[in-house]
């Protein structure tokens, strides 16, 4: 069996949720709160700490406490890692593709 490195497992386990998928595109625009995410989402507050603490691990998003405020932003994460895995994936799927069409143009011509 295939095994990854288990940062790559935990970052597309936490990009595959999709509140925390739109958590992300939301701070790409903006820093925002916590009340702010939760609003955004219409999540309780409990329920989108947990989608940040879970994003805040794998470093794609960073929060600082000010005053009673929890502000949340973009981490300094980048997805190397996982850019060069899908890559690689498509790489593959791609060369699949054009040797299933070269199979159906020879087979045509027999025809």
Not at 26 to 50: N, P, V
Request: charged share 35%.
């Amino acid at each position: 069996m295939v095994q990854y490195s288990p940062r790559l497992d935990a970052t597309f386990g936490a990009l595959s949720d999709p509140t925390r998928r739109g958590i992300l595109e939301r701070l790409g625009r903006s820093d925002a709160g916590i009340s702010e995410l939760a609003e955004a989402f219409d999540i309780t507050l409990t329920g989108i700490k947990k989608h940040v603490r879970v994003l805040e691990l794998v470093g794609l998003v960073t929060t600082e406490k000010l005053g009673r405020v929890r502000r949340c932003r973009l981490g300094p994460r980048r997805l190397d890692d996982e850019t060069a895995w899908i890559a690689t994936y498509r790489r593959l799927l791609e060369g699949r593709i054009n040797r299933l069409g070269e199979f159906l143009e020879r087979t045509k011509e027999k025809q």
